[in-house]
């Protein structure tokens, strides 16, 4: 069966710091891939997706960016945290195949900047 | 590009009530349709999905939704709500022409009373 792995599960890190967030989805390939950001009253804020290694779409322009080195494997990164940037982040993933496929998340991962 | 609105951010039922969530996205093409819920401290779960055939869909825990086209609207329904339905709900939409990608509505807080 298909798992998705999200780490780590908090993270308190300074302004200024670098980030990087890893995901990883076993027992399936090729997936398409998905960072959001979950805020209170804002639902779920696709920040990036990829449908492919290498390939990522960028949603929304700020101050992190994503990468996939592996088929499985995507991750959210940011050279200098803003204090802004503290939030929910959850990774998903859905079959490869177009339309016709539900998404499936981690369990996320609580990021305080301070 | 595509958005979904979701119409109450939070809605406060007695037990037994009669539940209708709104769900309105704004792409005229082909689309999936989803609802997911999130009980407190757990992650992300399908409810229920639309991929083609009967508009009518039900879902787990006696949940369904009805897709109408010319409304270009989702709405989650069930018909008795009970305590443990307490939790945040939330509409998304798949379009292919965009990608793949998934785009979530804000979500909405629903709280049963008992």
């Known amino acids: 069966s298909q798992t998705i792995h999200q780490w780590p599960a908090t993270l308190v890190q300074p302004v200024g710091s670098p980030l990087s967030l890893e995901c990883t989805v076993e027992g399936t390939s090729n997936p398409n891939l998905y960072w959001y950001r979950q805020a209170a009253g804002r639902g779920l804020q696709l920040l990036f997706y990829?449908?492919?290694?290498?390939?990522i779409s960028s949603e929304v322009p700020q101050n992190l960016s994503a990468s996939r080195p592996q088929d499985r494997q995507f991750i959210l990164s940011s050279k200098k945290l803003l204090l802004s940037d503290s939030g929910f982040y959850l990774c998903a993933w859905s079959p490869t195949g177009g339309l016709n496929t539900e998404a499936f998340f981690g369990q996320g991962t609580r990021l305080t900047v301070v | 590009a595509q958005s979904v609105s979701q119409h109450n951010h939070h809605v406060i039922l007695s037990e037994a009530a009669s539940l209708e969530l709104g769900c309105n996205y704004s792409?005229?093409?082909?689309?999936?349709l989803f609802w997911y819920v999130q009980y407190p401290g757990q992650h992300l779960q399908l409810l229920l999905k639309y991929f083609s055939g009967d508009p009518l869909v039900k879902g787990i825990k006696g949940f369904e939704a009805e897709f109408i086209k010319s409304k270009f609207s989702f709405n989650l329904r069930k018909p008795s709500v009970q305590w443990s339905d307490t939790a945040e709900y939330f509409c998304a939409v798949k379009v292919a022409e965009y990608g793949n990608k998934l785009v979530f509505g804000a979500g909405t807080i629903l709280r049963v009373k008992s």
């Open positions: 990829s449908v492919g290694i290498g390939q």
């Open positions: 792409y005229g093409g082909t689309v999936n």
